[in-house]
């Protein structure tokens, strides 16, 4: 009698939640793997291929791997916030010498996000500007905790501003937008800066194409206009598509503030932490600080990542010379000027699955394509494909 209670107030516990859609990227890779079609091609995901289509490995983050096993680091728990050794040489690579900063190691971008969204919520700041369009996981990442999420037309910021009312916090990508592909100037950055902080608003920058798209210097200079300017910020990096080390979920978050604020907001991130995943995986931090820390081998991967830029551009060149070649409809010009690894394509949903299911071409379905996935041995079908739909 008692177990029939309780196993009936269990069935209901959770009768509530209803089947959610699978997440718009994720959800493509599983379609993807499921398709048996041989001539398949995935432009959904936002990884760096090398020229045969395979996951670029860096090889100064190969020597620095390496160099981590031959040292044997420690298994021991990192501290709550993350590798300090790694912190300090990251923190000095994004945020040149600014000071009053403080940082921890986060489990990937997201993981930055996350943290970031949580002190939001803890500092009952209520709404949040994302650009539109954007990564779908700002939406579902400041969505899930009930914040108040509006959109701004990612390249009418400056107009927005105005509008956002003060205390709000808001959403900028760094470089590279992801999925446009388009970022302001120099100048457009120094004047957003300025309407941001007359605004009274809470910048969060999301630094996920490091490197990608102009170089550092260039990738970080909205952080440099930004600290510069004396906001309060918080910043939300991941390592993950710079280093090639997707699957080490090594990320960062920093925070500009007043030196009063500044621990305690520290504070705010360790408790957040804790809570969720107490401190973060080792491995990727290593291996940064063993690159980070030896300047041939910085050297190298800034060289290598000098190589991606040029790679990237000639594989813009190829999509945009194919896609003339056969006449494509949809317009197609700014893929030249993009940077990173994306650009976007006006294309309806409609047009998306039917470039899926005709071609076996598979694109986001909001029409970004992940450029950095283009090979010379693809890029006819890929193109040929495009002007079918
Ligand atoms: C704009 C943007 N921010 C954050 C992230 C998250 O990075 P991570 O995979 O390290 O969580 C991504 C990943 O694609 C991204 O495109």
């Known amino acids: 009698m008692v177990n029939c209670r309780v196993k009936s107030s269990k069935e209901n516990m959770f009768s509530t939640l209803t089947l959610l859609p699978a997440d718009p990227i994720y959800g493509m890779q599983v379609l993807y793997k499921a398709d ?35 040292k044997c680091y420690s298994k021991e728990y990192l501290p709550i916030s993350g590798y300090v050794p790694f912190i300090e040489k990251a923190e000095k690579l994004l945020c040149k010498g600014h000071k009053g900063l403080f940082s921890a190691q986060t489990v990937g971008g997201t993981g930055a996000l996350y943290i970031a969204r949580e002190l939001l919520v803890k500092s009952h700041i209520q709404k949040v500007f994302i650009p539109d369009p954007t990564w779908p996981n700002h939406r ?9 999420i509006a959109t701004y037309t990612f390249d009418k910021l400056l107009e927005a501003i105005p509008n956002m009312p003060r205390g709000s916090a808001v ?31 809470l910048p969060i920058i999301d630094l996920a194409y490091l490197g990608l798209g102009g170089g550092i210097d260039e990738d970080t200079q909205a952080i440099d206009i930004f600290l510069h300017d004396e906001h309060e910020l918080f910043l939300c990096t991941t390592f993950a ?14 925070i500009k503030a007043t030196p ?10 360790r408790s957040i932490a804790r809570c969720c995943y107490s401190s973060p995986a080792a491995h990727g931090a290593f291996i940064a600080h063993e690159l980070l820390g030896d300047e041939e081998l910085k050297n190298m991967w800034l060289q290598e990542l000098a190589t991606v830029r040029t790679r990237l551009q000639s594989q813009r060149e190829l999509l945009y010379n194919g896609l003339k070649k056969y006449g494509c409809k949809i317009p197609y010009e700014h893929i030249l000027t993009a940077k990173g690894l994306f650009c976007l394509l006006q294309m309806s949903q409609d047009q998306v699955i039917q470039l899926r299911e005709k071609t076996g071409v598979y ?7 992940a450029i950095a996935a283009l090979t010379p041995a693809n890029v006819d079908t890929i193109a040929k494909g495009l002007c079918s739909v």
């Open 36 to 70: 048996p079609r041989q001539e398949k091609i995935n432009l959904s995901i936002g990884i760096c291929l090398d020229e045969q289509g395979k996951l670029l490995s860096f090889k100064a983050i190969r020597e620095a791997e390496k160099r981590v096993f031959e």
């Open 140 to 148: 579902q990442l400041f969505g899930a905790a009930g914040l108040d």
């Open 171 to 201: 959403v900028l990508q760094a470089s590279c937008h992801n999925p446009t592909g388009v970022d302001p100037t120099k100048a457009e950055w120094q004047k957003i800066s300025l309407a941001i902080k007359q605004q009274g608003l």
């Open 241 to 254: 598509k710079s280093m090639g080390i997707y699957n080490d979920r090594l990320g960062l978050i920093t």
């Open 260 to 269: 009063e604020r500044l621990d305690v907001l520290a504070s705010h991130v």
């Open 363 to 369: 694109i986001a379905l909001d029409g970004r394509i």
